[in-house]
């Protein structure tokens, strides 16, 4: 797994998904305010919450990358058409 995810990765796993914070928080565990407090940068969720957010974000199909050159972000499965 990769280390912990910034706020926003997440925003930008869940625009490459087209998945709303509600979904995140249904598929994830993890309260709607847990989602939006994390993704406005007011609070870091707890290591299992945001673990659990990130585990979620990966099962559908991101992939978070450490570094691209300007830092860390995140981009689809190849085969990721194929679900």
């Not at 926003?8 to 979904?23: E, H, I, S, V």
């Not at 709607?32 to 940068?41: A, K, M, Q, S």
């Amino acid at each position: 797994m990769f280390p912990a995810m910034t706020p926003g990765q997440c925003k930008a796993a869940r625009a490459l998904l087209d998945m709303t914070q509600p979904a995140l928080a249904s598929a994830s565990g993890v309260s709607l305010r847990t989602i939006v407090n994390f993704e406005g940068g007011n609070r870091t969720p707890m290591p299992a919450n945001l673990k659990a957010i990130q585990r979620a974000l990966e099962g559908a199909g991101i992939i978070f990358i450490a570094e691209n050159g300007d830092g860390p972000g995140v981009r689809l499965r190849k085969d990721q058409s194929l679900r």
